[in-house]
């Protein structure tokens, strides 16, 4: 990579590291940019992962408040999804390059009508928590299933948070501040778990990811900063339209 390529790299993960403070979903401009430069899709997909994964641990220290009494549920599902990350993680480094990109249209496209119905999913959530609708006792099936959205986190793992979410709030009997907190929790495990394990896959650039991961900490305080300013839903339906627009590139191809 040349020094424009490393700018372009650098100004897509701010991008992707304001986006994700605001509303979510910067892996959909820094993964193709990637692609885009000529970076193979499983490299690509790695090197990103690792590049943006202290975001996530930014996430939890911001909700440590919400975190308390819940010191159960916090190791529970950061085991979990960190052994769910860990088999998404080893799935993805044993698909070939040509398969993966396979793969990447109906990626991006799931995520994209992820993040579409992200609001609804928050205004469903909201409506069941306040309504106090009858929930299973029972936390047994939210760690089963929250396994499982952690090994697509580990393989992938754009607008994962909208699935595990869902999850929480239709299994666990709880507000939706708390549930969001394990949220962050998960969302750490299964990508934390995953960035380990790449690590040592050899597969890193280094160069880039250190450039992008300085780029996604500068972007996240600048979202931060902007996020009075710039309506969520805006953003993401501006993120949500380009994922379509890509998988449709991506199809063609």
Same mark, same amino acid.
């Given at each position: 990579m040349n020094v424009l390529d490393y700018i372009l790299v650098a100004l897509a993960a701010v991008a992707a590291g304001a986006i994700n403070a605001i509303a979510g979903g910067g892996t959909l401009i820094t993964f193709p940019t990637l692609l885009a430069l000529g970076v193979p899709p499983i490299t690509a997909n790695v090197t990103n992962t690792v590049a943006l994964c202290p975001g996530f641990i930014g996430g939890i220290?911001?909700?440590?408040?919400?975190?308390?009494?819940?010191?159960?549920?916090?190791?529970?599902? +950061?085991?979990?999804?960190? +052994?769910?990350?860990?088999?998404?993680?080893?799935?993805?480094?044993?698909?070939?390059?040509?398969?993966?990109?396979?793969?990447?249209?109906?990626l991006i496209l799931a995520a994209s009508c992820l993040l579409a119905v992200q609001g609804l999913v928050r205004i469903w959530l909201l409506h069941r928590c306040i309504s106090k609708e009858a929930k299973p006792r029972s936390e047994a099936w939210a760690v089963i299933l929250i396994g499982l959205a952690a090994v697509?986190?580990?393989?992938?793992?754009?607008?994962m948070s909208v699935v595990v979410l869902c999850l929480l709030g239709f299994l666990i009997?709880?507000? +939706?501040?708390?549930?969001?907190a394990i949220k962050q929790?998960?969302?750490?495990?299964?990508?934390?778990?995953?960035?380990v394990l790449f690590i040592f896959s050899g597969k890193v650039i280094w160069p880039t990811a250190l450039v992008m991961a300085a780029g996604a900490l500068i972007g996240g305080l600048l979202g931060g900063r +902007?996020?009075?300013?710039?309506?969520?839903?805006?953003?993401?339906?501006?993120?949500?339209?380009l994922g379509i627009v890509l998988s449709i590139i991506y199809f063609l191809r």
């Open positions: 220290l911001a909700q440590l408040k919400d975190l308390r009494g819940q010191r159960r549920r916090f190791w529970i599902f +950061l085991g979990v999804s960190a +052994l769910g990350g860990v088999a998404g993680s080893i799935l993805l480094l044993r698909t070939g390059e040509r398969a993966f990109m396979a793969i990447v249209p109906f697509y986190g580990g393989y992938f793992g754009v607008a009997n709880d507000n +939706l501040t708390r549930l969001n929790v998960v969302a750490f495990g299964a990508n934390g778990a995953a960035a +902007l996020a009075g300013h710039i309506k969520p839903d805006t953003l993401r339906w501006t993120v949500v339209s």
